[in-house]
């Protein structure tokens, strides 16, 4: 329960006319809006009047609703160069892309009170290195944390091997953290007990995309506002990346996009697509696969195909065939298409196929996802049915982890094969990849070690190691995590966290020294006990992580307190720069691992600053999606660093793959897969890359590859998880006014205010027969949470099947009960319980089964079961200061 002491500001200052402006994004979801930043000292009392020429925005005061205003939640204080400061921090309204019509999100209009300020509730950031001595976590140096940390590291490395060592990492937080990680991880302490925040192993997100030969972030922005039918699949993007549904989806709704929704749950964009005359497949959780099956169905039988697109860019037998089956496969994509589940022999084959399914047939995969039949049909008819002059709609497809972690594979493998028959490949308004969640901060300074998991597949395969049941197992010696909730993030939290518990604090071997030796030999002894030692690399204190388990805390610093450089959603690359000092002794992620890995004895890690780790890892990029490596050649040709060449270009940033022409000109990427695209004759110039996805498909001939989608392969796990008796499936996602674990929401009183505890929203029929009413808390529960609890060797490919799993042992059912405040409200499906996906005092993750889907190694985070019962009514119920009840689905 939280203190409603939220009171709102009356006034802020404006910035004087001589402020420094320094620009920036907006550090929060995958859309990167351009923001500005106004410093100027706080000494001497200085500030911008209302006339024009006494204010740096040069506006009259007051202006207009949408002008250059500063809201209290813009403006804060800091220290830059040791000296307070104010900060105000605002969209930027001259900028061309992006939210070019100086927008902001909830999120981001409010990213002024993320910045350190001791007189906020920031108070909390992490400021020194600290070490558990006597169960309590003291201040200490940076040489007296690191010291412990390299020679326990060292001797994990050494006596237990290198995969005892697991590292948990953030896969966002800019390419200059990204690439120290990895490259420390993966190339240095070479551990296959690695992997992000979001998955147990270090695999694609979207494995149908990357069979078919899609990249998730193809697209650009403003193919979903040119397409002429958008299908969005498990999400609501004005709820997770509003300004991409403001200012782009929703204008073209009003210009007659036909607009198509696929999830469980209405909310506002949803509301306001079917107040236009849009459609809402109201689909069961996990149900997606027969119903883009069957609005594929539909349009192959009434032949609305695009034959065109097909004869001319999806491949037939032998040119599918051309890059599989040849000696050992140790990538995934051979492993998914060589077991014969999934490859076909090209569009014919395909076809025969989905009409021999009984799932395809529309009728049937209505009744199993519980929807009317007609939304099938009038969905195939606007994504696919050519119009009287035989001209084609411009369709487009977007997915988001509501759709993919809900049946990874199988879901990720159907769309793709709609799109393709859709024509949705690199055209204007004619596009298929993913909306996204968080930046695109990944840059790899390694590659995953593959041949040393011990996860075997049938044949001579391997997957990347579930880091959770690895640990789970015990082997786990020595957890490093880095910027990530690894427990409430993770499904079956509760039985995780459990374990944690055992190998951490309820190992006897506890520091009760203050001597740097003592402390060394005791955590030496811990895990050659078969315990594990914690180092937790984080902004703030995070429980459990940080506060209970962790050894070692290292205080990091983050946005705005160094120099950055991160993507979009549509390959936009920024710089981020430093505008203000970290709060005490922190430092970047980068900094932290360079010198631990220096201390290790690993050689390569001198850089001076944020700009030298960029500046290597620049040819890192080459051929992905961020390509800038001709960035820093033409930095290098100016007598400039990267980050100074990337700091002129503002918040307009630069569109990767960047190219470079024979005049030296940066050429930009607007869309992946772009079919029209002529690139030069003569081929790359200098240092350019042509990655085949520039203008073709990522397979063998760089055309699409059809893929089947069994549903068989999902069949045994849904049917045995779906509710029985008394039960409701639980899952969650994003909201609005909240961003990931709530770890800068927590300290906004207003966001406090709004959603002090985690919630569940239940349908009328659901509440009234337990007598609950919107305010009441209720315990969400169960006794049937399935976890894959050993690492098996597999033989046959049955022998992942969630149904050998179980009758073989392999699964155990664990208990879990959350807490939450009752929303009532016909939004949800009826049978649908949908919480906040990271709250993580109460993580709705914890009812979720911690088994993968076995063809990719990802979990179906949205896939969970459990009871409700009333326990009493919370206070928010009659006080009206904190929460609402209102419904979320009206426009």
């Known amino acids: 329960m939280s203190t409603p002491y939220y009171v709102p500001e009356t006034s802020v200052p404006l910035p004087p006319p001589d402020a420094d402006v320094i620009s920036t994004a907006c550090d929060y979801c995958v859309v990167a809006c351009g923001y500005k930043v106004y410093r100027w000292p706080v000494a001497g009392g200085k500030v911008g009047g209302p006339k024009a020429e006494e204010n740096a925005f040069g506006e009259d005061f007051p202006v207009n609703p949408l002008g250059a205003w500063v809201a209290p939640n813009q403006h804060n204080i800091v220290l830059h160069n040791g000296e307070p400061h104010h900060v105000v921090i605002v969209p930027d309204k001259d900028t061309q892309f992006v939210n070019y019509t100086g927008n902001s999100s909830i999120r981001g209009g409010a990213i002024a009170q993320k910045v350190y300020n001791p007189q906020t509730p920031t108070r909390d950031r992490l400021k020194s290195p600290m070490v558990r001595m006597f169960g309590v976590l003291m201040p200490v140096t940076w040489d007296f944390a690191l010291d412990i940390a390299a020679e326990v590291g060292n001797y994990v490395l050494e006596k237990h091997g290198t995969n005892a060592y697991g590292v948990k990492t953030f896969s966002y937080g800019y390419m200059e953290n990204t690439y120290a990680i990895t490259k420390y991880a993966l190339r240095h302490v070479r551990t296959a007990n690695f992997t992000f925040h979001d998955t147990p192993s270090d695999v694609t997100s979207t494995p149908g995309f990357r069979d078919a030969g899609f990249d998730n972030f193809g697209p650009s922005y403003d193919d979903w506002a040119d397409a002429e039918t958008l299908l969005m699949c498990g999400t609501d993007p004005y709820e997770s990346k509003t300004i991409l549904f403001t200012d782009f989806i929703m204008p073209a709704i009003q210009g007659g996009q036909k607009t198509i929704f696929m999830l469980p749950r209405r909310t506002g964009g949803v509301a306001y697509a079917e107040k236009n005359g849009g459609l809402v497949l109201d689909i069961q959780p996990g149900t997606d696969l027969p119903v883009v099956l069957a609005i594929a169905r539909v349009i192959v039988e009434n032949g609305w195909e695009d034959s065109e697109w097909i004869q001319n860019w999806v491949n037939n037998k032998w040119e599918s065939s051309s890059g599989f089956g040849q000696g050992t496969r140790n990538t995934p994509w051979q492993w998914r298409t060589t077991w014969g589940k999934f490859q076909t022999s090209g569009f014919e084959d395909w076809k025969e196929w989905l009409l021999a399914q009984d799932y395809s047939k529309p009728e049937v995969a209505a009744e199993m996802a519980q929807i009317d039949v007609q939304k099938i049909y009038t969905a195939a008819e606007w994504m696919a049915k050519p119009r009287d002059d035989g001209s084609r709609p411009k369709t487009s497809i977007m997915i988001e982890k509501g759709f993919y972690w809900s049946n990874n594979t199988g879901n990720t493998q159907a769309i793709s094969s709609l799109g393709i028959i859709c024509g949705a490949g690199g055209r204007p308004g004619q596009v298929i990849g993913r909306a996204g969640g968080h930046q695109r901060g ?51 939290s509760q039985s995780l966290q459990a374990k944690f518990d055992e190998l951490t604090t309820r190992n006897p071997h506890q520091v009760m020294s203050f001597e740097k030796q003592d402390i060394i030999d005791t955590l030496k002894r811990r895990v050659d006990s078969g315990g594990m030692v914690v180092w937790d690399q984080d902004i703030y204190l995070v429980d459990p992580i940080g506060a209970r388990y962790a050894d070692i805390v290292f205080p990091a610093s983050g946005w705005g307190e160094d120099t950055f450089t991160r993507a979009n959603g549509e390959r936009r690359l920024r710089l981020y720069p430093k505008f203000y000092d970290a709060p005490g002794e922190a430092k970047p992620d980068w900094w932290i691992i360079a010198q631990l890995a220096r201390k290790m004895g690993f050689e390569g890690f001198d850089w001076r600053n944020s700009n030298d780790v960029l500046e290597e890892g620049a040819r890192h990029s080459r051929g992905s999606r961020k390509d800038f490596n001709m960035v820093l050649v033409a930095a290098r040709r100016e007598g400039k660093t990267l980050h100074e060449k990337f700091a002129e270009f503002g918040t307009n940033g630069i569109q990767g793959p960047v190219l470079m022409d024979s005049d030296g000109n940066l050429v930009e990427t607007k869309r ?109 529960y169960s006794d049937r949470i399935p976890v894959q609890k050993d690492t098996i060797v597999g033989v046959e490919g049955s022998d992942f099947d969630f149904a050998s799993l179980l009758k073989n042992g392999h699964i155990e059912l664990t208990r879990a009960s959350i807490t939450a405040v009752a929303i009532v409200t016909p939004a949800v499906k009826e049978n649908l319980g949908y919480m906040d996906f990271l709250h993580t005092a109460q993580p709705a993750n914890a009812l979720a089964g911690r088994v993968v889907d076995w063809i990719s190694g990802n979990y179906n985070y949205k896939m969970g079961v459990g009871k409700v019962r009333k326990m009493g009514e919370s206070p928010y119920k009659t006080q009206f200061r904190s929460m609402s009840f209102a419904r979320r689905d009206i426009a």
């Open 672 to 780: 992946l897969h772009d079919v029209n695209r002529v690139l030069p004759a003569e081929g790359p110039y200098g240092k350019n890359v042509f990655n085949k996805k520039l203008t073709h498909f990522n397979s063998q001939t760089g055309k699409c590859n059809i893929q089947k989608a069994p549903w068989d392969l999902f069949a045994s796990y849904w049917e045995w998880l779906k509710p029985r008796e008394g039960e409701i499936w639980i899952s969650s996602g994003r909201i609005n006014e909240r961003w990931q674990s709530g770890y800068d929401d927590r300290r906004r009183p207003y966001i406090v205010q709004r959603w002090p505890e985690n919630w569940i929203e239940l349908h009328p029929k659901v509440a009234e027969a337990q007598g609950i009413e919107s305010g009441d808390y209720v315990q969400v």
């Open 442 to 492: 990944g840059l790899r300074g390694g590659g995953y070690p593959r041949n040393k998991s011990p996860e075997k597949l049938p044949g001579r395969r391997r997957r990347a190691m579930d880091t959770d049941r690895y640990l789970m197992s015990g082997h786990t010696r020595l957890a490093h995590v880095i910027g990530t909730t690894w427990v409430q993030a993770m499904c079956g």
